[in-house]
């Protein structure tokens, strides 16, 4: 595919999105996603459960292994109106980021609550943003939240998930994220295992999955985002494995964030405000495995600093055969284009 200039705005990573293409339940087997695999100048149908016959001895496989939180509160005002707050990150004790809604209609100081937790609705941050501080009394946070929170599905998702967990990757640890690495939705601990058996190592990184992950660009020019940041870890211990790597296997766009931010900055640890966009000179990721993301997003600017403009050919044979877009959906295996 000739290649075309980077995208510039908005509308330059913008595709026609069914809604009956929109995956609304996870399968129920997590490894029987489809997977199309790029080979360049063709596409092959794989399932997921088929990774491991793809890669390569001597590949690193990378996963992002923050658990999401049950982040979504629906809450009440002393006045019975109803609030939603969506914790997005923890800035010090009891005190959060989170989107408020309806923002607009709280002033500082307003107090809402529901069962066993108290917030305080405080500073405006913009964009629906806002501090809140959470007081669970005497117990924990977290143990309140599971009480109380559900899971902070995506908007485009309507139906109900009936189990949690399935907005959980089977490796999640540390509940940090706002949002599932969902790449990682697709591995099961069989995969991992033939993984391993197949000579190809699995690390786990940290990225608290925030804000710009499900919410599309609002500007008219993409040199005008602002990118939201987000904590991440890269552990010294699989830093050493990704160094000896043949191959790295970013499994998701947040993985990639983690990695490519590390070789960005030099450190291991911190905050990642990294847009990646072309022209961007990739550094450690060869191969990506990664869903269908939604229209005019920066994790489709991504994609297309990848692999470039062939994306929207991928996208058009996808959405011809059927496959289900978004964080329930089926996945793609891309390397790198020629550096």
Same mark, same amino acid.
């Given at each position: 595919m000739p290649e075309t200039s980077p995208p510039q705005s908005p509308d330059d990573i913008?595709?026609?999105?069914?809604?009956?293409?929109?995956?609304?339940?996870p399968l129920d087997q997590r490894d029987s996603a489809r997977l199309l695999v790029d080979r360049g100048d063709s596409v092959r149908n794989h399932t997921v459960a088929d990774l491991p016959d793809l890669l390569q001895p001597g590949d690193v496989v990378v996963v992002n292994d923050t658990r999401v939180l049950?982040?979504?509160?629906?809450?009440?005002?002393?006045?019975?109106?109803?609030?939603? +707050?969506?914790?997005? =990150?923890?800035?010090?004790?009891?005190?959060?980021? %989170?989107? #408020?809604?309806? !923002?607009?209609k709280l002033p500082p100081g307003t107090e809402?609550?529901?069962?066993?937790?108290?917030?305080?609705?405080?500073?405006?941050?913009g964009e629906g943003r806002r501090i809140v501080?959470?007081?669970?009394?005497?117990?924990?946070?977290?143990?309140?939240?599971?009480?109380?929170?559900?899971?902070?599905?995506?908007?485009?998702?309507?139906?109900?998930?009936?189990?949690?967990?399935r907005y959980q990757t089977v490796f999640a640890d540390r509940p940090l994220s706002a949002a599932a690495p969902t790449?990682?939705?697709?591995?099961?601990?069989?995969?991992?295992?033939?993984l391993k058996t197949a000579g190809i190592q699995v690390v786990t990184v940290e990225l608290a999955v925030g804000l710009d992950t499900f919410r599309p660009v609002q500007v008219d020019r993409l040199d005008d985002h +602002?990118?939201?940041? =987000?904590?991440?870890?890269?552990?010294?211990?699989? %830093?050493? #494995?990704?160094? !000896?790597?043949?191959?790295?296997?970013?499994?998701?766009t947040t993985s990639v964030r983690a990695l490519e931010t590390w070789a960005t900055t030099g450190e291991?640890?911190?905050?990642?405000?990294?847009?990646?966009?072309?022209?961007?000179?990739?550094?450690?990721?060869?191969?990506?495995?990664?869903?269908?993301?939604?229209?005019?997003?920066?994790?489709?600017?991504?994609?297309?600093?990848?692999?470039?403009p062939r994306w929207r050919e991928l996208y058009e044979t996808a959405l011809d055969e059927g496959y289900r877009f978004l964080s329930f959906g089926d996945a793609m295996l891309l390397s790198a284009r020629q550096r």
């Open positions: 913008d595709y026609e999105l069914p809604t009956e293409s929109i995956a609304q339940h049950p982040a979504r509160l629906r809450l009440k005002r002393s006045t019975g109106g109803a609030v939603e +707050v969506l914790l997005l =990150e923890e800035l010090e004790d009891r005190r959060w980021e %989170a989107l #408020v809604r309806p !923002s607009r809402v609550r529901t069962l066993g937790l108290d917030v305080v609705i405080d500073d405006d941050l501080e959470l007081d669970p009394g005497d117990r924990s946070l977290l143990e309140v939240l599971a009480e109380v929170g559900s899971a902070p599905l995506p908007p485009y998702i309507q139906a109900t998930l009936d189990d949690p967990e790449a990682g939705l697709h591995l099961t601990n069989d995969v991992l295992d033939r +602002v990118i939201h940041t =987000e904590r991440y870890l890269v552990p010294e211990a699989a %830093a050493e #494995v990704i160094r !000896s790597a043949d191959r790295v296997v970013a499994v998701g291991l640890e911190g905050r990642s405000s990294l847009f990646i966009r072309r022209p961007y000179e990739w550094q450690i990721v060869d191969v990506l495995l990664t869903n269908f993301h939604l229209p005019r997003s920066t994790l489709l600017c991504l994609v297309d600093a990848f692999i470039g």
